[in-house]
């Protein structure tokens, strides 16, 4: 089942319309972010709207490529993914809605093909005992970068689809162009796992 019809089944009026222009391949959503920083509701955190952006082959730019120590200490390198969908969720544990979401993003990971699909986290906050721990305590069976300091994963993906909000997900296609943008929480499975197999199929 292609994202569209999945969209028009499983989503509200509100995300069905989202969906919609991301369809049409417009990249940009009108964005509530500054609305909530400056409201200063003290929740520590950005959230986004659920809007899904999905860009066709010819919308997708320039590959990207990062790197970064993991939670555990090793280092992570999307050039060793090269060839493979890659998605990549933006997180820290003190995210409501990255709680709620860690669930759904370790379904569909343990779902897939290691040979096919990479999953990789980015925390943008928190010190590797904080992230690991979260990692235990969610079941969340891919690595995560430790993204405080540097800032580098953050950076390389601050083009025309930046990960505005906590939590962020992004999947890049087999050449590591960025295929699809999930801002805010992931609120079904069956969309990241829908938005993995229309790129798997491009290449079938």
């Not at 860009?55 to 990207?64: K, S, V, W």
Request: hydrophobic share 40%; charged share 20%.
């Amino acid at each position: 089942m292609r994202l569209d019809t999945l969209l028009r089944r499983y989503s509200t009026a509100g995300m069905a319309l989202a969906a919609a222009s991301a369809l049409l391949l417009t990249g940009c959503a009108s964005d509530p972010l500054a609305d909530q920083f400056r409201e200063g509701s003290g929740k520590n955190y950005i959230a986004g709207d659920g809007t899904i952006s999905v860009y066709a082959e010819g919308q997708r730019g320039e590959p990207i490529t990062f790197d970064g120590e993991t939670t555990g200490g090793a280092r992570f390198d999307s050039a060793d993914a090269s060839g493979k969908v890659q998605v990549v969720n933006f997180w820290y544990a003190g995210c409501a809605p990255c709680r709620v979401e860690a669930p759904i993003l370790e379904q569909v990971h343990a779902e897939q093909d290691p040979g096919e699909v990479s999953f990789v986290g980015v925390n943008v906050r928190d010190q590797a005992g904080t992230a690991a721990s979260f990692e235990e305590a969610y079941g969340v069976g891919y690595p995560s970068i430790l993204d405080v300091e540097s800032g580098t994963a953050q950076l390389a993906f601050a083009g025309p689809v930046p990960p505005a909000a906590v939590p962020t997900t992004i999947v890049l296609d087999q050449e590591g162009r960025v295929a699809a943008r999930v801002l805010g929480q992931l609120e079904e499975a069956s969309i990241l796992s829908t938005i993995i197999d229309d790129l798997l199929a491009e290449q079938a």
